[in-house]
């Protein structure tokens, strides 16, 4: 039974203990202890949050530069592929323009030609004309050396000619 | 300033209101002269366990458990092999009706002595035990008339819980200041080992149970209760001067500490709670006259249950190690002491984890009934 009455000095003291104890603790340990734990706490939530957002930010990114460097790589080969094209199409023009060209210059070459032919001919026609004036006028001079001759020849063609 | 100014002033008062009256560690010629001299004139020894007469050590393992549960004037450590005893004595303060304050060491009751009509109480008077407790004695050496004095000493308990007053004191002081010394760092030293536990108490036994809005009022008084408790069980599990007091094993202090979560939670009351004692919803009137006092027993029998249940846990624990141990005596074989040692320690074991769960408990159901005197308003 003794174990279980309270004795009033032990209630009178642990009163005071715990009462000082409260105070003491309350008045100028807990407060800062618990600010200082909660600041902690809010200061670990505040990075995290903020760690997650530059990882939000950084996918976003990576995913923001592979769409460029897809974007870019597509262009290049793009780029590549028109010049390409290009490049082919100015060969076939050029081959395209080369034959024409060439065909231009047979052409002319083929006119030209044709005009000197013409040329000379003409030419040919001419000297040949001359030559044989000329030599005409040789065998003439030669057949009308005496007058007798000349004569008869001036008859011949009086009577030739029709003077009707 | 005015922080270091309370610390070192609380430790010089504990120190020198424990000290003053106090004769540490007794002369052992004069103790042992004294010891003869007691054992000459027949005078019952107070310190008992040994049988005087017949010069053989007698072991009485109810006695021995129960002097190491109760409280004491005097701390005894040991006893040497020719029967002195190393003591603490422990200064005895007293208010008598009969002859007003006093204030003495404890060594001058020692061995039946009877120092200014005070001695150590014997047997049984007007069906009191007076074993352990301090009387007042005439000329006649018949009892006074007012009964016995009010005992205000320095026990063996009143020093434990100074004690561990100084130390959570210094403990939690000089946390405070670490952390206005290195702020919202990450915790080192003290901080990483207590910082946990001061979380534990806010985050698990406070919001849950009292709410996030009201609960900051109430968490100085349950980290305060808490830690008392907790190093209070703790240096009761420590076998050595100047520990093993039962502190919290003691009804007046777990009294104590439920009366004040008694008053916090009715003080705390609101509305609510009081019309759920007088006007619970949902009872017929007429239910009345018999639930009001229902509930009004109800107000009392939950800290009377913390009440107890920190005593009988704290209690039983230190009686389990100590019967342990008291088997080697009762056994008189060296051998028994294997057995028991494996045995005393597993105990150990659990005691230090029911430390810190009677702890736990006691704060969480603070908190439980402190949040149940403030229900909110969807409840009803």
């Avoid at chain 2, 005087?52 to 040991?78: C, P, R, T, Y």
């Avoid at chain 2, 028991?340 to 009677?358: D, G, N, P, R, T």
Wanted: glycine share 6%.
């Amino acid at each position: 039974m003794d174990l279980v009455s309270p004795g009033i000095g032990l209630i009178f003291w642990s009163t005071l203990f715990f009462l000082l104890l409260l105070f003491i603790l309350g008045k100028f340990a807990w407060p800062s202890i618990l600010t200082a734990i909660r600041a902690r706490n809010e200061s670990i939530k505040q990075a995290l949050k903020a760690a997650d957002r530059a990882k939000e930010e950084m996918k976003k990114l990576q995913a923001d530069n592979e769409k460029i460097i897809a974007e870019a790589r597509e262009e290049r080969n793009a780029m590549l592929r028109e010049a390409k094209e290009i490049k082919e199409k100015l060969i076939a023009e050029a081959r395209e323009q080369a034959s024409d060209e060439a065909k231009k210059i047979v052409k002319s070459a083929r006119e030209s030609i044709k005009s000197e032919k013409r040329a000379a001919i003409n030419e040919m026609k001419e000297q040949m004309a001359r030559l044989s004036v000329d030599i005409a006028e040789k065998i003439l001079r030669k057949k009308l050396e005496d007058t007798k001759e000349q004569k008869s020849l001036v008859e011949k063609l009086i009577s030739e000619a029709d003077l009707n | 300033m005015t922080l270091r100014f309370i610390a070192a002033a609380s430790i010089v008062f504990f120190t020198f209101g424990t000290l003053f009256p106090t004769e540490v560690l007794q002369a052992q010629t004069s103790h042992s002269q004294e010891d003869v001299q007691n054992q000459t004139s027949g005078e019952a020894h107070q310190t008992s366990g040994h049988d005087q007469e017949s010069g053989e050590e007698e072991f009485v393992a109810n006695k021995f458990i129960m002097e190491h549960i109760k409280d004491s004037h005097e701390w005894h450590i040991l006893t040497k092999k020719d029967g002195t005893h190393v003591s603490v004595y422990l200064p005895v303060i007293l208010y008598s009706r009969h002859s007003g304050f006093h204030v003495f060491s404890s060594k001058k009751l020692a061995h039946g002595h009877t120092h200014r009509g005070f001695r150590m109480g014997q047997g049984q008077a007007e069906g009191k035990n007076l074993e352990g407790k301090i009387v007042e004695v005439d000329q006649n050496g018949e009892l006074v008339e007012e009964g016995l004095p009010l005992d205000f000493s320095i026990t063996k308990n009143v020093f434990m819980m100074m004690l561990s007053v100084v130390i959570l004191l210094w403990v939690f002081l000089s946390l405070a200041k670490s952390y206005k010394r290195t702020g919202i760092s990450e915790p080192r030293g003290l901080q990483g080992f207590l910082e946990p536990v001061v979380v534990f108490v806010e985050e698990d036994i406070a919001i849950p149970n009292i709410g996030e809005e009201k609960y900051q009022r109430y968490m100085p008084y349950l980290l305060t209760i808490f830690f008392f408790i907790l190093l209070n069980n703790l240096m009761g599990l420590i076998p050595f001067f100047p520990f093993g007091a039962n502190v919290t094993g003691n009804i007046a202090v777990t009294m104590t500490l439920a009366v004040f979560t008694f008053l916090i939670t009715t003080f705390s009351g609101n509305k609510g709670y009081w019309r759920h004692i007088f006007n619970t919803p949902g009872v017929p009137v007429w239910l009345a006259p018999i639930m009001i006092p229902v509930e009004i027993i109800g107000m009392f029998t939950k800290p009377f249950a913390l009440m107890i249940r920190l005593f009988a846990n704290i209690t039983a624990g230190h009686i389990i190690v100590l019967s342990l141990i008291s088997m080697i005596f009762i056994f008189k074989s060296i051998f028994m002491s294997v057995p028991s040692l494996v045995m005393v320690i597993f105990m150990l074991c659990i005691e230090l984890l029911v430390a810190f769960l009677q702890a736990y408990i006691f704060t969480l159901l603070s908190a439980l009934f402190i949040g149940l005197a403030m229900p909110e308003h969807h409840h009803e």
